[in-house]
Structures are given as C-alpha cells and as structure tokens.
C-alpha cells in the first residue's frame, strides 16, 4: 500500500488568489493523478501528473488554471490559479502503485473561495 | 465519451436486510474498482475485479464484473450500520501506455437501525 499526505488539508482563499497544493507519497509509485470532487459530487480527474515531464490534462482542464510539477516520484504539486468561488472543491491526489493495481487517495484538501 | 452510472443513486435500507448496487459503464474495459467514501473522508479501495466473471468478497459485501455486460454489482448481506457511506465505482480506460479511471456516480447508502 501506499501512504498518502496531502497540505493544507484545508482552506479559505480569497478570489482570484492561488494556492498550491502539495501531495506526498511515503514510497516511490508509477503513477500519480490529481482528483477534483464538488461538493456531493462524484470524483473527476484533473491530470495525470508525469515525472520530469507536462501534465496530461484532460478535457475541461489547462495549465494555466491548474499548473502540476511532479519533480520525483514521491512527490507532486497542483496549484489553482486565479480562483473563483467555482473552484471551491476537495483536491484529491491519487497513486497507483508498481503493480499497477491498486490505486489509492490521499486524505484531499477542501478548498473554499470567498 | 465514457458514461459510468450507478443505481440507485440513494439507497435507505434497514439492518439485516440484502440489497445490490450496479454500476453499468459505456465502453469496454477489463477492470474495475470499487471504492467507500464516509462523509468528510477520503476513498478507501474496497475491491479491485482485474477480469470477466471475477468476483471478490470482504465481509458483508461481494462485488463482481461482467465485462461482456458492461456491469458490476455490489452486493450487501445483512447490512449493518457501519455500512452506511457513499459507494463509488470506477473504471479503467486505456490511451496508449496510459490508463485512467472514470468514476460512476456514487451511490449513498443509509443503513437504517
């Protein structure tokens, strides 16, 4: 398995500010993803976050609103740029081990702009 | 684009009594996973069905995947309190070496005393 820890894991952001979000795994994984989830909503994936190399984005999202770094593979950051109150969310990062298997979450960070 | 849906999207049962969740999903995939969310809490990986007919069993609940039928079940014995949580499946999609999984809905299931 593998133990994910997410900072903040929470906070209260003005509009039109960033923040950056850091994900840390406890042991190298192959692959690391970046979750949103809106409030009783079901999870949609941001971006795969490739080691050394851009994001994979998916539809609906570009760097310039949500640029990700993954500089090693224990380690990933989202940031969201130039908020507004729609990007008030849970910010999940995901892992998927050398197994290729399993896929877990870390603990999210709730994210509110005012 | 793929479609991921799960009925019901909200489930009250009482105790003790049985009761599935379906997760039909639009494209064909070889695996699937199936994941409990409490409220204000991350996911937590239940089961992982990596073929066609695969079935997996923890406790009070059996999940299995019929890749032909674009359908998994999540079925729940004697249900218990301790139970009641969100319930998401997901599936794995494939672009190049690459995969992602797409999630369903959710389902809220309330396990009533």
């Known amino acids: 398995s593998a133990v994910i820890s997410q900072k903040p894991s929470r906070d209260i952001c003005q509009r039109g500010t960033s923040l950056t979000i850091q994900c840390q795994v406890d042991?190298?994984?192959?692959?690391m993803f970046w979750y949103r989830q809106q409030p009783g909503q079901s999870l949609t994936l941001i971006a795969t976050?490739?080691?050394?190399?851009?994001?994979?984005?998916e539809s609906g999202f570009v760097i310039d609103k949500f640029p990700i770094s993954r500089p090693n593979l224990t380690f990933s950051t989202l940031t969201v740029s130039n908020m507004s109150p729609e990007d008030s969310s849970i910010y999940l990062c995901?892992?998927?081990?050398?197994?290729?298997?399993?896929?877990?979450f870390g603990p999210g960070t709730r994210l509110t702009v005012t | 684009e793929l479609k991921v849906e799960q009925n019901p999207l909200f489930l009250s049962m009482q105790e003790g009594k049985n009761y599935t969740i379906y997760c039909n999903y639009s494209?064909?995939?070889?695996?699937l996973y199936w994941y409990r969310q409490d409220p204000g809490k991350s996911l937590e990986s239940l089961f992982v069905l990596l073929s066609n007919g695969a079935v997996k069993q923890e406790g009070r609940l059996m999940a299995s995947l019929d890749t032909k039928a674009r359908l998994s079940t999540l079925h729940i014995t004697a249900a218990v309190h301790d139970l009641s949580a969100t319930y998401f499946c997901?599936?794995?999609?494939?672009?190049?070496?690459?995969?992602?999984?797409?999630f369903g809905t959710g389902t809220r299931l309330q396990v009533t005393l």
């Open positions: 997901a599936v794995v999609t494939y672009t190049g070496t690459a995969s992602k999984l797409t």
């Open positions: 976050a490739n080691q050394g190399s851009e994001a994979t984005y």
């Open positions: 494209t064909t995939s070889d695996r």
């Open positions: 042991s190298q994984v192959t692959m």
């Open positions: 995901s892992v998927r081990t050398g197994s290729g298997y399993e896929q877990y």
